[in-house]
């Protein structure tokens, strides 16, 4: 079994940056992919941005794209989010999510971190 931790959400002003950090642990060698969700109020959850956990290969939604990173600490099993360029309309609570095959769902989820843009 995988757990994932987020942390790192917060309030800032449109044009800022946050990063949003999601920490494996458990049987993470089982992990196939990693990626991220938001949900914003009255909406249904969306993917973001996902990798592969051996570091290759990132996908990402067009909304997001210039904007966001991803990147990895392999020493901490920690994926991280860097968000620029934050608009109002990035705000949502934000997922960690986790595959373990390439042909199985997003099973494995964090808690959820919230980031709110707004002046």
């Known amino acids: 079994q995988v757990q994932l931790v987020e942390s790192g959400g917060g309030l800032v002003q449109p044009g800022g940056s946050l990063r949003l950090s999601c920490a494996a642990a458990g049987n993470i060698y089982s992990i196939y992919a990693v990626g991220w969700f938001r949900q914003a109020p009255g909406k249904e959850r969306t993917f973001v941005m996902g990798t592969m956990w051996s570091g290759s290969n990132v996908w990402s939604d067009d909304s997001v794209k210039g904007r966001f990173t991803l990147s990895r600490d392999n020493a901490k099993n920690t994926v991280y989010l860097q968000m620029n360029s934050l608009k109002p309309e990035d705000t949502a609570l934000y997922y960690c999510?986790?595959?373990?095959?390439?042909?199985?769902?997003?099973?494995?989820w964090g808690q959820g971190t919230q980031v709110t843009v707004s002046s």
């Open positions: 999510a986790a595959k373990i095959t390439k042909a199985s769902g997003w099973t494995e």
